[in-house]
């Protein structure tokens, strides 16, 4: 079965720079979450979308924007990254309509800034 | 506002036998789900079972199984005939209301299950 698919996998990036993450969901999922883990944390929200629409706001800095596109993949993007940025950053997909019983992560994409 | 609860941060179980890791929760909302996730050292988050909120039975899924007692707000994981494998760091996580196209997922703070031969 398909699963939620991030890329890339591992990033390594200086002070100051830029990164993009992106994920794909699993096919007909309607909701994209993207949460950041800090070592030795639970995952934090950050962001949601569903049917392409911000959907929800959680602790996600200014210097960090998300979207959503047509075909529902979603980007995550992070900018003047600081070294506290680093950390393991998921995206989960979800079937909103129903009884929501799939919600599935991808492997993440593990950021470290230096 | 939703919150989950997992008070042990590490909990050591011998392989074959059964371990319980709690999970308590609060949510206002009527319609609510509640998931529970193992995560390995090598960090994905891999999802295990699921618990609705209206669901008559415990769910069940091979060794896994949910002990959910709705009036007290609790949705504990139940690992039966532990494996080495089964050594990783465990997330309960709830979705309310489950209708609702904004709700997300909130998690606790993690069980690091240790299985010792």
């Known amino acids: 079965a398909a699963g939620v698919i991030q890329s890339p996998r591992h990033l390594i990036k200086e002070k100051r720079e830029t990164a993009t993450l992106k994920c794909y969901p699993i096919p007909r999922h309607d909701t994209v979450y993207w949460y950041q883990q800090g070592p030795g944390q639970d995952p934090q929200f950050l962001i949601s979308f569903y049917e392409k629409m911000q959907s929800d706001k959680g602790s996600i800095p200014d210097r960090f924007s998300a979207q959503q596109f047509s075909d529902y993949h979603s980007e995550l993007n992070m900018s003047s990254l600081e070294l506290g940025d680093s950390a393991l950053y998921f995206c989960?997909?979800?079937?909103?309509?129903?009884?929501?019983?799939?919600?599935?992560f991808g492997q993440g994409t593990r950021l470290t800034v230096v | 506002a939703q919150k989950i609860t997992q008070t042990q941060p590490g909990m050591f179980v011998q392989e074959k036998e059964a371990v319980t890791l709690d999970c308590t929760y609060d949510?206002?909302?009527?319609?609510?789900?509640l998931f529970w996730y193992k995560q390995p050292s090598s960090g994905e988050m891999i999802f295990l079972i699921y618990?609705?909120?209206?669901?008559?039975q415990n769910a069940t899924e091979g060794r896994y199984s949910l002990n959910f007692q709705k009036a007290r707000k609790s949705a504990n994981l139940v690992i039966s005939a532990s494996q080495l494998g089964d050594s990783a760091m465990y997330f309960c996580a709830m979705r309310a209301p489950l209708t609702g196209t904004a709700s997300k997922l909130t998690f606790g703070t993690g069980t690091r299950l240790q299985v010792t031969l």
């Open positions: 949510t206002s909302d009527p319609s609510y789900g």
């Open positions: 618990q609705g909120s209206y669901d008559q």
């Open positions: 989960a997909s979800i079937k909103s309509q129903g009884l929501g019983t799939e919600a599935f």
